[in-house]
């Protein structure tokens, strides 16, 4: 199984990013994904998650607004969509999968992608 994260880049503030998760070895319509972010230093913090048919997803409180994720199980790719950005949500951002319903835990995920990078700077 790979889960495949890119789309992070440098960005100003205020800017948009859209985040990728592309899946393989896996039948990703039987897996919630989440969204995870850490700061070198800090806990790990779950952004957003998306349930298997995508008809339910649920946001941090620090992201609500501006974040949104979905999914193209066609595709098996799983998107963040980033706008408004904030130099707070300067972090590594990680995909990742689990069975059944949807989950911000780190623990309930089965499955983790390398991450990748997203700077907020002026």
């Known amino acids: 199984v790979q889960l495949q994260a890119s789309g992070g880049g440098l960005v100003q503030p205020g800017d948009s990013l859209r985040l990728s998760c592309a899946a393989s070895g896996l039948m990703v319509e039987n897996y919630a994904f989440a969204w995870f972010r850490q700061v070198l230093g800090n806990e790990r913090e779950g952004v957003a998650c998306?349930?298997?048919?995508?008809?339910?997803?649920y946001y941090a409180d620090s992201v609500k607004g501006r974040f949104t994720v979905a999914r193209d199980n066609a595709a098996s790719t799983v998107y963040l969509q980033m706008n408004s950005l904030k130099r707070e949500d300067t972090a590594i951002y990680y995909c990742a999968a689990k069975n059944y319903g949807c989950s911000m835990i780190g623990n309930d995920m089965k499955y983790w992608g390398k991450g990748t990078q997203v700077t907020v700077s002026s």
């Open positions: 998306i349930s298997r048919g995508g008809g339910t997803t």
